[in-house]
Nanobody, 118 residues
Framework: QVQLVESGGGLVQAGGSLRLSCAASVRTFSPYAMGWFRQAPGKDREFVALVRRSGGSTYYADSVKGRFTISRDNTKNTVYLKMNSLKPEDTAVYYC???????????WGQGTQVTVSS
């Protein structure tokens, strides 16, 4: 059973930065892609960013383009999300997930809270 363990959330002022990390518990697990989603109170979970294993292609939600950077260390089966110029509307629980080649997001982390104060 693959577990995803997230870390790095917290409270930050608007304009500040945070870096989230997510490590897969099984080193031999090689997902097609790893990514981040977020869910704000009263809202649906939304896609934030993903990075593919092969080639390292990245994709971002329009709301975070230019501010967030996703990266991946395949040797550690770890994905990172560097968040700069944070805004209060970025406040949410951030979830790490892995994507199979079929496109299905199959494993999820427990979530880490990010709170941006104005």
């Amino acid at each position: 059973q693959v577990q995803l363990v997230e870390s790095g959330g917290g409270l930050v002022q608007a304009g500040g930065s945070l870096r989230l990390s997510c490590a897969a518990s099984v080193r031999t697990f090689s997902p097609y892609a790893m990514g981040w989603f977020r869910q704000a109170p009263g809202k649906d979970r939304e896609f934030v960013a993903l990075v593919r294993r092969s080639g390292g292609s990245t994709y971002y939600a329009d709301s975070v383009k230019g501010r967030f950077t996703i990266s991946r260390d395949n040797t550690k089966n770890t994905v990172y999300l560097k968040m700069n110029s944070l805004k209060p509307e970025d406040t949410a629980v951030y979830y790490c997930a892995t994507q199979a080649a079929s496109g299905r997001w199959d494993y999820w982390g427990q979530g880490t809270q990010v709170t941006v104060s104005s």
